[in-house]
Each structure stands twice: as structure tokens, then as C-alpha cells.
């Protein structure tokens, strides 16, 4: 790990603005020992056009083969076309690894961390991250744990009526940004990878949202007596959730319905799996652009080969 931890920062030190890791080369999953995985890099820059363009000059190295070295070299990268806050990706190698760089707008991923209104983005920052570089003056950490706290509400109330394991809340909330996925709906991903990522890397989801901090400890304990949470009380509870999440179960729910744990419960499933299906629709549409139909079908194709192959081993398995 330390070795990851050492090239990472190397090459991070070649390029400009906030850099976070995420993803199972960074961080241990139950599938992942031994293997030399790839590195997923999220960079928040001011303007990723202009980004592209400065790294590009700097390490051209890094674009080789890519849609985005030849879209610059044509003449054709196109700030709005091609990178509108982009949340495209582009593929390099360094050091004998793989490493996929996202490149987005920083107000953007701040906005999404706040609102929940597209969910990719989100979804990463509630899973295992290591803030490597902040360029934020202490903003992303801060608007991070506000995440983290969002996601402790909705995990309870997408479960009405239980008293959860913790394990069943780190699932739940991991779960958020698949459920519509369609790498999981046509079994692009492993079955177990909610599993995998939250038995991985237990120690930070037990620290996260496992209770130790007074406030996520008062939110649990609240919810988990939701035999009595209905009424006035959830409808408050509502109140406080991103905005995208509560204009939703508004638009969608009346009044009394909103005070209704099931009802909610069922209206929360419903809209992450319809923001998870448009955002992965999306994301799969950028990546296309920058990276390229090829790269796409091949990385798809070794994930869909990964999942099948698992799926079988549960059925023999079992």
C-alpha cells in the first residue's frame, strides 16, 4: 500500500489542483489481494478545459491513444462539447499501473455534494476516499461530512420498521449510487461488490457512520425507534435531506404520505434507481467521448466477464 501511496502522490505531483483516489486500487476489497489494481483519480479543477490543455502541454505522455489527445491535436476540443464540467475520463499508465483520471469542475462537485442532484459523483464521496491534495481551503472536507451525513439519514430511512446491523446501514448506504446502475443491471459488476467494499474497508465505514461521533449517534438512535418516527417528526426529518431528495418525495408524496415511513422508504428506492440509470447513462455517453468506444467496450467487457464468473462460483458454491 505504501508503494501505491508513493507513485500516486508522484504522479499527482506532475499535474495540477485537488486530487482524491478512490476505488479498490487505492483501497482493500475482499477480491483485491494481490492483484496490481488500477487507480481511479478524481482531480477538482476550476476550469477542466483549460486544465486538459495546460496538462496536455506538460504531459502529453499521459494522453497517448486517447480522444482527447486527438481532439486537441485536430483542433476540436471544444470547451462546452466536450468538457461541460466534465465528469469524462481519460486512461494513462504509469509506474507498470493503469490509472483512470475523472476531471470535474470544482464548483460543480461541490454542488453535488450539497444538493444530491446528479449522483455519481456523490456516491463516490460516500465510499472509501483519501483526500490527497485540498485546494478547497477546507470546503470539500467540510462538505464531505455533511455527505456522510446525509447518507446516514437516508440509509435509515430506506429501512422503516428495523433495527439494523451496522453492517445492513454500510450497505445500504454504499448501495445508494448502484441501484440503477446499468453496469448492475446488465451484470457489468461483481454481485458481491457492495459486500466487498464495505467488509474492504470496514475501519472507515465504522468511523464514518458507525455511531462514534455524537451526531450520526443521536440520528441513529432517533431512527432506529421508527415504530415511533412517523408523523411530524419524519415529515422534519424530510425537511433537512439534499434538496433534489426532498423536492422528490415532495413532488411525489402528499402531505400525509410523507409522514408515512413506508411510503417513503419506497419513494427513496424508486429515485435512486432512476437518478442512478440517468447518471450512468450519462457517464458511459462522456467517457465515450473521451476516451473512446474502444477503451469503453473493453473495460465493460472485463468487468462483465469478472461479474459472470462470480456469479457462477456463488451458484457452485451454493
Request: charged share 25%; net charge negative; glycine share 6%.
Amino acid at each position: 500500500m505504501n508503494n501505491v501511496k508513493k507513485e500516486t502522490l508522484e504522479l499527482l505531483a506532475m499535474m495540477p489542483d485537488a486530487a482524491t483516489p478512490y476505488g479498490s486500487g487505492y483501497f482493500v476489497q475482499n477480491d483485491s489481494a494481490g492483484e496490481k489494481k488500477s487507480m481511479d483519480i478524481i482531480l477538482s479543477v476550476d476550469n477542466p478545459n483549460e486544465w486538459h490543455r495546460e496538462n496536455l502541454e506538460y504531459n502529453p505522455w499521459m494522453y497517448k491513444g486517447s480522444s482527447v489527445h486527438n481532439l486537441v491535436n485536430n483542433g476540436l476540443l471544444d470547451c462546452e462539447t466536450y468538457f461541460p464540467q466534465s465528469l469524462g475520463c481519460f486512461f494513462t499508465n504509469f509506474e507498470g499501473r493503469e490509472y483512470k483520471i475523472v476531471v470535474v469542475d470544482k464548483q460543480l462537485l461541490y454542488d453535488h455534494l450539497c444538493t444530491w442532484e446528479h449522483f455519481s459523483l456523490t456516491g463516490r464521496f460516500q465510499k472509501p476516499m483519501a483526500l490527497i491534495i485540498d485546494n478547497s481551503k477546507g470546503l470539500l472536507p467540510f462538505l464531505m461530512k455533511q455527505n456522510y451525513r446525509n447518507a446516514v439519514k437516508v440509509g435509515l430511512l430506506m429501512n422503516p420498521g428495523e433495527v439494523l446491523s451496522v453492517n445492513t446501514l454500510f450497505e445500504t448506504i454504499t448501495s445508494l449510487s448502484y441501484l440503477g446502475d446499468l453496469r448492475n443491471i446488465f451484470h457489468f459488476e461483481d454481485p458481491n461488490k457492495i459486500h466487498n467494499i464495505v467488509n474492504g474497508s470496514y475501519d472507515f465505514f465504522e468511523q464514518t457512520y458507525g455511531g462514534h461521533d455524537s451526531e450520526y449517534k443521536r440520528e441513529v438512535d432517533l431512527l432506529f425507534k421508527s415504530d415511533d418516527y412517523n408523523g411530524e417528526e419524519l415529515f422534519g426529518k424530510i425537511s433537512t435531506l439534499p434538496s433534489s431528495v426532498k423536492n422528490y418525495l415532495i413532488s411525489n408524496l402528499s402531505y400525509d404520505e410523507l409522514m408515512d415511513t413506508n411510503l417513503v422508504a419506497l419513494e427513496l428506492h424508486k429515485y435512486f434507481r432512476k437518478i442512478d440509470f440517468i447518471d450512468s447513462i450519462k457517464m458511459a455517453l462522456r467517457c465515450n467521448q473521451t476516451v473512446g468506444f474502444e477503451k469503453v467496450t473493453q473495460t465493460l467487457s472485463g468487468k462483465f466477464k469478472k461479474g459472470r464468473q462470480k456469479i457462477k462460483r456463488k451458484a457452485y458454491d451454493f
